[in-house]
């Protein structure tokens, strides 16, 4: 009996620590074939890629993540994309997955660089959908992380209380209208807008600053796989050559395409993208 005892604890023990093993994400696992990982982006739920699950589950085993704290989903005390980029890892390790093909949007993009840097031995082909190493050197060529994390602007406090506004019960409507500049179609809008009012301010704001202030440029020089970068337009279709490849500088094996889109490109743009996506993957 003492025996019996002691194995279940164990197993109630080992069950609880797996439940936490990925705590930082939600996974939702959809078709068969060759594993596909999809990350959204900031303060969107993996519903994001519905429409590209649709497309890929026929051939591929779709993976697709919500982060924690995210668009309605349960935050953890310890929010951080440093977390996100270990648990994946640690997923693809136990979940046995073969080179799993990485596709990601914006913050998700910046995901799949650090994750596809970290462990390159591990992951295979990289779609990083408008998406950057840093982004914060976009506005200014001359930023570093170091520099911005003194920055007053991205004071975590500071940062994390500008969200405040998310309480306001107009919010999603005057965020939607603030994500014409991001994406065409009003409705995409205003799903997108809902799911910031949904997701938990804490992580939005820690989040944000992590994404500003870790700079990738240097890293993806490691990254061994194909990648294929698809930008949107930044001023001018030269422009946003001229932009993503000083980004992309240190990896000049990637392929980079941009669209005649806003910066959600398979909402503008399903067509070209699904083109530029299947051509890359087959």
Request: aromatic share 10%; glycine share 6%.
């Amino acid at each position: 009996m003492k025996k019996l005892l002691i194995i279940a604890i164990l197993s109630l023990v080992l069950f609880d620590s797996n439940a936490q093993q990925h705590r930082s994400f939600s996974v939702t696992v959809t078709g068969k074939g060759q594993p596909v990982i999809l990350i959204p982006g900031f303060s969107c739920s993996g519903d994001v890629w519905k429409e590209t699950v649709d497309h890929l589950k026929g051939k591929f085993q779709c993976h697709v993540l919500t982060l924690a704290g995210y668009a309605g989903t349960a935050a953890i005390n310890s929010p951080g994309l440093k977390i996100v980029r270990d648990e994946l890892i640690q997923y693809v390790q136990q979940q046995h997955l073969n080179k799993p093909i990485v596709i990601g949007h914006s913050l998700g993009s910046f995901m799949g660089l650090w994750i596809s840097s970290t462990a390159p031995w591990l992951f295979g082909k990289l779609v990083c959908v408008d998406g950057m190493p840093f982004y914060s050197a976009l506005n200014d060529p001359n930023a570093n992380a170091d520099s911005l994390k003194n920055n007053p602007s991205l004071n975590e406090a500071a940062v994390i209380k500008s969200f405040d506004r998310q309480d306001d019960p107009g919010f999603v409507d005057m965020a939607a209208k603030a994500l014409a500049w991001q994406v065409a179609d009003t409705v995409r809008a205003r799903q997108i807008a809902t799911w910031q009012y949904r997701s938990n301010k804490r992580t939005l704001g820690v989040t944000l600053i992590e994404l500003a202030t870790t700079d990738l440029r240097k890293d993806i020089a490691r990254i061994t796989s194909p990648v294929l970068v698809l930008g949107s337009i930044y001023f001018t279709k030269e422009k946003s050559y001229e932009l993503i490849g000083q980004q992309f500088k240190n990896l000049p094996s990637a392929t980079i395409h941009v669209a005649d889109s806003k910066h959600f490109i398979m909402y503008d743009q399903p067509k070209w993208f699904y083109h530029e996506l299947d051509a890359f993957l087959n």
